[in-house]
């Protein structure tokens, strides 16, 4: 109550209203109250001497005597002391012969005292002096006596200012305390009225100010049905209201955040002055923000992509769709981002804005790049035996008298570059089987051991016609996985023919399997040539070759590993290579176990 602004405002001037009214009327009252007074004691002196005029008058036709003017003396004083007043009578010439207080003899000629001049002049006089004989303030009171015209002496009567003064000062203490007491009581009136009224505007300043902060359920409760009722209740609708509006903004900035945030695209949300607004958390990933940390920061500080800031700039100023592109290429990583920027409008086309959308298109432009190059090497890798072939073999029809021994041995060549092109075809239908998004046609539980034996048996021909020394480590006890067993059988098969194909002759090659937990471990090592370290995460991408010239000469497609990366990834593993050049390579598959019981699946 008491800190309101308004109270103390209102209250103050109140206050200041009552103590001004009660000043003034109390001085005005005082005055006239002293005036009345005055008036009261004139009137009193007046008749006082009056009456004194008349005993004055008896005692001045008769003849002077000092019996008269004891008895004289003595009746002044007793009625002086009734009265409580001092009187005196006075002859022509200014001799005191009587006075109620003072003796005659010891007071001076009172011929030139001025209220006794003034009666003399005027008929009457009064005045207030300070006394010599009674040494203090008095109000004097003069009449002339006269007998007919002539005149006998004077008659006066006085009173103590002092007492004047004491009653004038009990009188305006009484109207201090009386207005005082009237003051206070209009003060305590006043501060229930000022309560009263500011109470309910400060209860409402309190509510509009829980209001602003977004506290949208405080109410005011006020039962006045006047003007200050009539404010509550429109602040009370108007809570109501900004409740309604809040939950439904808040329901459309949740429902647009988890738009923003569901999407794949990078969505960047300016202002006229192109400070941001809103940023997810996709866009944030790719330019390399906090998401809290750019909020109301100018876009050009925090972004340092000069193909958005563009975009950006163009959108705003010519207010239509800019699209461009952001292109980072690396070593490591190659990030393609389509962007697309455009100004938003109010109501009167005016620009507030601008949103800047980022499309990551790096997978698509890596697999646009892998399809044109899986285009080229493909029609190359086909073009080389058939090319072979057609030659061979329009040679051999235009040329009707070649020797036998040339023609077997066309025929021979020919035969050869058909049964590269025969594997080339089949592994380029076995790579697009694996690639394609259909689920396997055929999944059983085998047993990979058996399958890396078999592998083995089929190889010894090859490892036996290049003198190679194996070294096989295979688990005594079943691995079983669940897959494709043709699959895991042609991975089998690819990394033992690659391993022979690269290794010298006379050399050796190591074949191992064994369980690690969950897992099946396949090891192909061998004694060839190696792999620089720069080439060994490339050679598992199809038609790749370290040594191309090398590779056709030993028959091989550029598929055997992109194949062999293949399957371990649809049946839920990995391969892995670790070479040096000159020492051999060794490659690594990681296949998950089949668990036979639920308790082990778990």
């Known amino acids: 109550m008491f800190r309101s ?15 001004f009214s009660t000043l003034i009327v109390g001085i005005l009252l005082s005055r006239q109250l002293s005036e009345n007074a005055t008036q009261d004691i004139e009137n009193s002196l007046s008749v006082r001497s009056e009456l004194l005029t008349e ?20 009746t002044l004083q007793e009625l002086g002391t009734r009265t409580q007043s ?15 207080e003072e003796s005659p003899v010891a007071m001076d000629n009172h011929l030139q005292r001025p209220e006794i001049i003034d009666a003399r002049d005027t008929g009457s006089g ?50 201090l305390i009386s207005a005082s007491i009237v003051a206070i009581i209009a003060l305590l009136i006043g501060l229930y009225f000022a309560n009263r009224f500011t109470e309910p505007l400060s209860k409402m300043t309190q509510v509009a100010e829980a209001i602003s902060q977004g506290d949208y359920e405080r109410r005011i409760n006020v039962s006045e049905t006047d003007e200050i009722g009539s404010l509550a209740a429109a602040i009370n609708r108007m809570a109501r209201s900004s409740a309604t509006r809040m939950d439904e903004i808040t329901l459309e900035r949740n429902r647009l955040s988890s738009i923003f945030a569901g999407m794949v695209e990078g969505v960047i949300d300016v202002d006229q002055s192109q400070k941001i607004v809103h940023v997810n958390q996709v866009a944030a990933d790719l330019l390399g923000l906090s998401v809290q940390g750019c909020i109301g920061q100018p876009i050009w500080e925090v972004v340092r992509v000069a193909e958005i800031i563009d975009a950006l700039e163009q959108a705003l100023n010519n207010r239509e769709i800019v699209k461009a592109q952001m292109r980072h290429l690396s070593e490591e990583d190659d990030l393609v981002v389509d962007i697309y920027a455009a100004s938003l409008q109010n109501e009167h086309g005016d620009a507030i804005g601008a949103v800047v959308v980022l499309h990551n298109i790096s997978e698509l432009d890596h697999l646009e790049r892998i399809r044109r190059d899986f285009v080229a090497n493909a029609s190359h890798e086909l073009k080389t035996p058939i090319t072979a072939i057609r030659g061979l073999t329009e040679t051999i029809l235009d040329d009707k008298e070649m020797p036998e021994t040339t023609r077997d041995d066309f025929i021979q060549k020919a035969h050869a570059q058909s049964l590269r092109l025969s594997t080339l075809v089949t592994d380029l239908m076995t790579i697009s089987r694996l690639e394609s998004d259909q689920q396997q046609t055929s999944s059983s539980v085998f047993d990979i051991v058996e399958l890396v034996r078999l592998s083995l048996l089929q190889s010894e021909p090859a490892r036996n016609e290049k003198q190679l020394e194996l070294n096989s480590a295979l688990s005594e006890k079943p691995l079983l996985l669940l897959g494709d067993r043709q699959s ?36 192909v090592k061998d004694s060839g040539i190696g792999i620089s370290p720069q080439y060994q995460q490339r050679i598992f991408e199809r038609f790749y070759r370290v040594d191309k010239a090398r590779s056709r000469e030993l028959g091989g497609t550029g598929l055997g590993l992109s194949i062999v990366k293949n399957i371990a990834d649809r049946h839920g ?20 176990l089949h668990s036979r019981s639920p308790e082990s699946a778990k």
């Open 5 to 19: 602004k308004l109270f103390w405002r209102l209250y103050s001037g109140y206050a200041a209203i009552i103590v």
């Open 86 to 100: 001092r009187l005196t009578i006075i002859r022509t010439d200014g001799r005191v012969i009587a006075d109620s």
């Open 55 to 74: 005993i004055g008058k008896e005692v001045l036709l008769q003849i002077p005597s000092e019996v008269i003017e004891l008895d004289l003396q003595a």
């Open 126 to 175: 009064i005045t207030s002096r300070f006394s010599q004989t009674q040494q203090q303030m008095m109000i004097y009171k003069a009449l002339p006596v006269r007998d007919g015209a002539r005149l006998l002496g004077f008659v006066r009567v006085s009173l103590a200012a002092a007492e004047v003064d004491i009653q004038l000062t009990q009188l305006r203490r009484i109207i």
């Open 573 to 592: 593993g990995n391969v892995s290579v670790e070479s040096q050049p000159g020492i051999g390579s060794t490659f690594k598959v990681v296949l998950p």
């Open 488 to 523: 895991i059988s042609q991975l089998a098969d690819n990394l033992i023919d690659n391993a022979i194909k690269y290794t010298d002759v006379a050399g050796s090659i190591s074949v191992g399997l064994e369980q690690l937990e969950q897992l099946a471990i396949l090891t």
